[in-house]
């Protein structure tokens, strides 16, 4: 009987054609994403009319009189308020950000007054009563006696070096406190700087003054009051938005939205060769949606507890907020996994040896075989290389994609071996017309209708909650029309629910067709002829497993947005009414205004990059319940609980003695003092007295006030940052929008004021005018990008009202207006920025590549343990009852899932700090970039595909779940230790900078051994010493030439739909160890490797190969 040939296409069945992408909008081609989206909002442009007035308010006040004079000297600090913080938040946000603002002040301010009181105790009275006398001495007549003692004050007549001290150890430890705080607690970064801003004020000029002057902080408390009041004023009465408004636009425009994009691309995709390029594209442009729409729907989290502290009149209330943000984290989890099968296929595509490898080499068309390696001469002399921890130079002598012996990586020979399984495996499918390009349309027949009624399902949600979000005050339906929007929610569930179910019984086996021709039709057993002819002639699964990967995730997605929409429609059907809605706790908002991590934002940290743990002390891998933040009670969280091992002394056992103990303490105490936040505390201090020395000496002290040093130790103190990079990239963009601010104010200054002191009708036009464009981008753009353009505007408002102020208010020291006074600006910008570096690099700057390097050391660790929680409970399901199981299946996945997206957050905090290394000067040569960037690619995917697992894993039976653990080699307890001990070594030689250990195998290797040893055992006394064999195994019930633990590959089996999840489980996996793997040489690439031995190499591959061959001979008995 001949073999089966390769079916020839139904002409009764149109073959999908690629569809067109659309058409990129003129927009999205030539601007940011989050402006070309704010352009087209009509929110975004109401959010941007209600600032844009407040800031001409502030203006007319500015420019009045009156007003000018009562708001004194600083009256222009309410305008740089206006631009630094906008009134384009919810109604409660913004009560709450104000309520942060003016507490941070009145903290500085309640600090400086006790330094005040404190110093004037310690003055010196004779000195003081000599220093009036000298003062009363030198008083000219005729003059107000009140104007010459404010000279006198000013020029350091009454400065006391006694006074100055204690006004200098308050001024320290204030800012050391709020420095920490600005560091530790994200949510309190207004308190931090504005707090900061008093206490320079009052300890800059405090010490000045003969007697209490606890007024001092009205310079900036006065014009701050005024603005909260305007932009109060204008949130209640310009287009107010209540926090529950926010969170269901957050939901709608950032998450459903896009979630329903990547649901359509999913379609576009299947319509796509994969071998087409643009395959590769859009499957990039998906993930790179795909991240913001996790890291929005983190935000969102973060900020459903504020939506309970606010009186709001709407449909849904903070309650229902709850019940939809219960879903967000499945929801995510499984968008997540469900763009991995894009992933998974691209690597498929770039591995094609037709088109080159994945590491880029050519193959010869001629023969998909790799060729063998030539064979060397055996040296006399065993030559022991010394290890080259330098891998820029290792990489001179040889190839990326060969690796030295004992090295520990893939040697030649083992590359080779997947590399021809690769080969093998594609050239069966694409000899039996069973490759990707073949099954893709049968897969989108397959599964187009379910993706089709998802995508009407999740558009009616999205529908549904915008009209709800839009009809607060008017605009409702009638009860006839609502029922008529409730009647089509649920038949859009039902279609959902009925496209599942034919996806699950019939139209599934749509995709199988290609295989039913090597079955018996009668018996569902191979062929004959396949099991007795050559393995050449047996079709592979591997294209297969990948399809079904996309049937696994699609089921899982749909369920979980079949969960949502039931969700959605119940509270549909509750809330037909608007009502009004009372807060309803004040529980958590403590902990979230004081939690760390940046991850939970509440909008009040603008401007602040995270600050992630980057030493030993304060590891980055958490314990692995604190991971997450779940709502779930404790006993759901004992089903994946490992406590964390505490680390012990090795030189010393645990303290016994009062003393001993103390001793300890103090040791972490040193040691807290070289983290990060605590260095970058000090130094916050540091050069804040350096300025303050400066201000209170008696030979600077009129220099001082009269050049405005002030603001100089605020740009000192706003420009520190905690990491060089992070410091030097801020330098560069402060300095820039500086430059363009202050060009922008002098033109607003002259083309306002024309020739004389200036036109207030001229100058709020034109300040209004020019500014409007940066106030724009300020409340619509997301706060690392607008850095810049929050610089450039504030410095318009500074050159424009400090010109404005010269000229109308008397100064001591009138420092001009226009050009004159803008350089000098500029020039104390410079000063500040200047010191801040200079105290950066004392006594050795904080580096953010160490950052970067230990964060994702720390994250690995953390996949790693997620892994081993996960696959633990699994097998204990299979030793325990079936409860066991289905109540991991019920909540302990779904943990796991929060979890995943937790960790996805926590990678990618650290992108602002990759970008920040980029900055840091060094001597010893450039930053591999590109190699981090890859290693964060590959623990993305190692995350995709625990998420991958997860999902399978969440369908398979109990029968199958043992099949499994129990008969493939994934499971190999012996196997599950390399894995974990790869992944520890791995991460630990990365945190630490150590070489990796030559002797570390690569899993896949280990996982082929683990297989092998476990179908049969042979002796060494029975078989030649041969060299490691090339073959690996391509037979159907394989993947990465190992067993997927199945007796027999049968027609019954192939259409079992537990084989579906089975196999997608088994894809995640064998993924994982491919990245793993990845990594591992990634890690190589950056430490280096330990002492090589060629030796030890070959004599492994020689005993791997003659333990390999005694498992072939005995399987031909």
Not at 43 to 60: G, P, Q
Not at 339 to 361: C, H, I, R, Y
Not at 930 to 943: D, G, I, S
Not at 1046 to 1075: N, P, W, Y
Request: net charge neutral; with cysteine.
């Amino acid at each position: 009987m001949a073999t089966p040939a390769p079916p020839s296409p139904d002409p009764s069945k149109p073959s999908p054609s690629p569809s067109t992408p659309p058409k990129v909008p003129f927009l999205d081609r030539y601007l940011p994403d989050y402006l070309a989206h704010a352009l087209r909002s009509p929110r975004s442009w109401k959010t941007f009319a209600r600032c844009l007035v407040v800031f001409i308010v502030m203006m007319v006040l500015l420019v009045d009189e009156v007003s000018l004079r009562a708001m004194g000297q600083a009256g222009f600090f309410g305008l740089i308020l206006s631009v630094m913080l906008p009134p384009n938040m919810a109604v409660g946000l913004f009560i709450m950000a104000s309520f942060t603002l003016l507490l941070g002040m009145l903290l500085g301010w309640a600090w400086g007054c006790a330094a005040m009181a404190a110093s004037l105790a310690s003055r010196s009275q004779t000195l003081l009563a000599s220093q009036y006398t000298t003062a009363q001495s030198l008083l000219v007549p005729n003059v107000a006696p009140d104007a010459q003692y404010q000279a006198f004050v000013f020029l350091g007549l009454f400065l006391d070096p006694g006074a100055s001290a204690v006004f200098g150890v308050f001024f320290f430890f204030g800012t050391f406190a709020l420095a920490l705080m600005r560091a530790y607690v994200p949510r309190f970064t207004l308190v931090a700087i504005f707090g900061t801003i008093v206490l320079d004020v009052m300890c800059s000029y405090g010490p000045l003054f003969p007697s209490e002057q606890y007024t001092l902080a009205s310079l900036f408390l006065l014009p701050t009051s005024i603005y909260v009041a305007v932009a109060l004023c204008s949130i209640l009465l310009i287009f107010p938005e209540s926090m529950n408004h926010v969170w269901l636009s957050t939901l709608t425009d950032q998450i459903l939205s896009p979630g329903l994009t990547i649901l359509t691309c999913q379609s576009h995709l299947l319509s796509l060769r994969p071998s087409d390029p643009s395959w590769s594209q859009t499957r990039t442009s998906t993930g790179l949606l795909g991240r913001k729409m996790i890291e929005s729907a983190q935000q969102l989290l973060g900020q459903t507890g504020m939506a309970e502290l606010e009186v709001s009149r709407g449909r849904l209330g903070p309650g229902d907020l709850k019940v939809l943000a219960g879903k967000l984290m499945g929801l995510g989890s499984r968008t997540l996994g469900m763009m991995s099968f894009g992933f998974l296929v691209d690597e498929v595509t770039k591995s094609d040896p037709n088109s080159g490898d994945a590491n880029g080499q050519e193959h010869d068309t001629s023969s998909s075989e790799p060729q063998p390696e030539p064979k060397q001469e055996a040296s006399t002399t065993l030559q022991v290389p010394r290890p080259n921890p330098n891998p820029k130079s290792r990489s001179k002598r040889t190839s990326p994609n060969t690796s030295l012996p004992g090295t520990g990586a893939v040697t030649p020979l083992s590359a080779a071996r997947f590399d021809a399984l690769r080969a093998k495996v594609m050239r069966r499918e694409k000899d039996h017309g069973h490759d990707l390009d073949n099954l893709v349309p049968l897969l989108l027949d397959a599964s187009g209708e379910l993706l089709a009624a998802c995508e009407r399902a999740l558009k009616g949600r999205i529908d549904w909650l915008t009209y709800v979000n839009s009809t607060r005050w008017r605009g409702s339906k009638s009860l006839k029309e609502e029922e008529a929007m409730y009647d089509s929610g649920k038949l859009e569930a039902e279609a959902v629910r009925t496209a599942l179910a034919g996806l699950r019984s019939d139209t599934r086996m749509r995709i199988l067709e290609p295989f039913e021709r090597f079955f018996d039709p009668a018996t569902g057993e191979l062929l004959p002829e396949l099991k007795r002819s050559a393995s050449e002639r047996m079709f592979a699964t591997h294209s297969l497993f990948l399809c079904f990967v996309f049937g696994t995730t699609l089921k899982a997605y749909a369920e979980i947005l079949l969960d949502f929409t039931d969700a959605t429609l119940e509270l549909q059907r509750k809330r037909m009414r608007n009502r009004i809605w009372f807060p309803s706790g004040f529980g958590r908002i403590g902990r979230r205004i004081f939690a760390r991590q940046g991850t939970e934002g509440t909008g009040l940290e603008i401007g602040v990059s995270p600050v992630v743990a980057s030493t030993e002390e304060e590891d980055t891998t958490e314990e692995v319940n604190s991971v997450a933040d779940t709502e779930e009670e404790d006993e759901d969280e004992e089903l994946i609980r490992v406590p964390k091992p505490a680390p012990r002394d090795p030189d010393s056992s645990p303290p016994r003695t009062f003393l001993g103990r103390t001793y300890v303490r103090l040791t972490s105490v040193f040691r807290w003092f070289m983290r990060p936040q605590a260095l970058f505390a000090l130094r916050y201090s540091i050069v804040s007295i350096c300025f303050f020395a400066f201000a209170v000496h008696p030979i600077t002290v009129y220099f001082n006030y009269a050049n405005r040093g002030l603001w100089a130790l605020i740009m000192a103190q706003t420009g520190l940052g905690v990491y060089a990079g992070e410091q030097i990239a801020s330098f560069i963009i402060r300095l820039s929008g500086t430059i363009l601010g202050l060009l922008l104010g002098m033109v607003a200054w002259y083309i306002g004021a024309a020739r004389g002191d200036g036109n207030p009708y001229g100058i709020v036009i034109m300040t209004s005018a020019i500014i409007a464009p940066l106030i724009f981008i300020r409340v619509t753009g997301p706060p690392q990008s607008v850095v810049i353009w929050l610089m450039t505007g504030t410095m318009i408002v500074f050159a424009v009202g400090y010109s404005w102020v010269d000229s109308h208010i008397p100064v001591l020291q009138n420092a001009g207006v226009g050009v004159f006074l803008a350089w000098r600006r500029a020039f104390l910008v410079i000063i500040g920025f200047a010191c801040a570096f200079v105290v950066m690099v004392i006594p050795y700057p904080t580096s953010a590549r160490q950052v970067v390097r230990k964060t994702l050391a720390g994250t690995m660790e953390e996949l790693g343990t997620l892994l081993s929680v996960e696959l633990d409970a699994c097998i204990q399901s299979t030793h325990d009852t079936q409860t066991h199981w289905t109540k991991m299946k019920d909540k302990g996945i779904k943990i796991i899932g929060s979890r995943i997206l937790k960790i996805s957050q926590q990678l990618q905090s650290i992108l602002p700090s990759m970008g920040a290394a980029k900055f840091e000067p060094t001597f010893k040569g450039p930053w591999p970039a590109e190699k981090y960037e890859k290693l964060f690619r590959a623990q993305w995917t190692v995350m995709q595909s625990i998420a991958l697992l997860n999902a399978a894993m969440s369908n398979l039976d109990i029968s199958w779940l043992h099949t499994l653990i129990h008969k493939t080699p994934f499971f190999n307890p012996n196997f599950m230790q390399d894995v974990n001990a790869t992944i520890y070594i791995v991460a630990r030689s990365l945190r630490h900078g150590y070489p990796v250990p030559a002797s570390l195998t690569p899993l896949r290797e280990r996982l082929i051994y683990h297989d092998r040893h476990a179908t049969i055992l042979g002796g060494r006394e029975h078989v030649q010493s041969e060299v490691l064999s090339e073959e690996l195994d391509a037979s159907p019930g394989r993947v990465e030439g190992a067993s997927i633990g199945l007796r027999s590959m049968t027609l019954s089996t192939l259409k079992d739909e537990q084989l579906v999840f089975h196999s997608t489980a088994i894809v995640g996996l064998a993924q994982l160890i491919r990245t793993v793997d990845e990594i591992t040489d990634i890690v190589r690439e950056l430490c280096g490797t330990t002492q090589v031995y060629p030796g030890i190499d070959v004599m492994r591959d020689e005993y791997l190969g003659m333990e390999e061959a005694a498992i072939r001979r005995m399987e031909k008995r």
